[in-house]
């Protein structure tokens, strides 16, 4: 146990230049140094092989990170390029939605962009944008309302109009209630015409 104590560095400070165990700032180097320096030659080369190993681990780490950096800055393009090219061959009077899942640097990440109408009132009603009926409904505008001029015309209306109805819907329970209802109704007559 003695033989131990006298390995490590001094724990005062004297005008020799001991070290100490708590320093810190340019003088815990010097504990490093001192360790490192009563190394064999053997401890000293299989301490260089870890470190190899670990720079070197640390140097795939970082290539790595840095392709799917680049991978998911070229898939988020990707994405974005596709996104694009359905909204111009849809137009606003359709409802679009592209979702990727793009490996970067530090994890996976979803993207999900949506555009065109959307159906503000029924979603409101709902408070689903995803529910039967509210799908029915778009399903209903894209398929049929979208071909006409007056269609085309209503829905213009709505967009103008939608959102404000949507937000007082929205604070409403008794209006979410009648909408719904209402909703419910017009969903089941479209379906059996």
């Known amino acids: 146990m003695n033989e131990n104590k006298s390995q490590l560095p ?3 400070n004297s005008s020799r230049g001991a070290v100490q165990l708590h320093e810190s700032g340019s003088n815990s180097t010097s504990l490093i140094n001192h360790a490192l320096a009563n190394l064999d ?8 092989a870890k470190a190899g190993e670990k720079a070197l681990e640390l140097e795939v780490r970082k290539r790595t990170q840095d392709m799917d950096y680049v991978s998911g800055k070229r898939e988020i393009d ?16 359709t409802r679009q939605v592209v979702t990727s899942e793009v490996n970067t640097g530090a994890g996976k990440m979803k993207i999900e962009s949506k555009s065109g109408a959307t159906c503000f009132v029924a979603t409101a009603a709902y408070g689903d944008a995803n529910h039967p009926d509210v799908a029915y409904l778009r399903q209903f505008r894209d398929e049929v309302l ?27 329970k008794y209006l979410r209630s009648c909408a719904k209802w209402g909703i419910g109704r017009f969903v089941n007559t479209l379906r059996t015409r």
């Open 146 to 172: 979208s071909k006409t001029i007056t269609g085309r015309t209503f829905i213009r209306a709505y967009w103008l109009t939608g959102p404000l109805m949507a937000y007082s819907i929205g604070w409403s």
């Open 10 to 12: 001094a724990t005062t």
């Open 41 to 48: 030659k053997d401890q000293a080369r299989n301490l260089m």
């Open 78 to 93: 990707n994405h974005v390029q596709a996104f694009d090219i359905l909204n111009k061959q849809s137009g606003r009077l």
